[in-house]
């Protein structure tokens, strides 16, 4: 029951995430997509992998959002209706260029 409670979690997550950076950022030109959330048992840390396009802007984008992350905590907890949101840490998905 748990894992199902997880995987819920960390789709909402995904989705008002994805929703945020659309309405609320600007990366100058990138495009910014969650690819995957992985929460822990305890619900104590989500991993959240991104992909940035263009790769020469990823820095940037990283920077931007490790700036705002405890403003986008505070957002998902308001959104996501949940006692606790879990500790966020960003990482950037390296994606093949062809």
């Known amino acids: 029951m748990k894992e199902y409670r997880n995987e819920r979690i960390a789709s909402l997550i995904t989705q008002k995430l ?36 263009p790769s020469e802007l990823e820095i940037y984008v990283f920077q931007e959002i490790n700036k705002e992350k405890k403003n986008l905590q505070r957002k998902l907890l308001r959104k996501l ?12 998905e390296k994606h093949l260029e062809e």
């Open 18 to 53: 994805n929703e945020i950076f659309q309405r609320e950022f600007d990366f100058n030109g990138a495009l910014v997509t969650i690819k995957n959330v992985e929460i822990d048992k305890e619900l104590k840390e989500a991993k959240i992998k991104i992909a940035v396009i």
């Open 81 to 92: 209706f949940i006692r606790s949101i879990p500790n966020l840490k960003f990482l950037i």
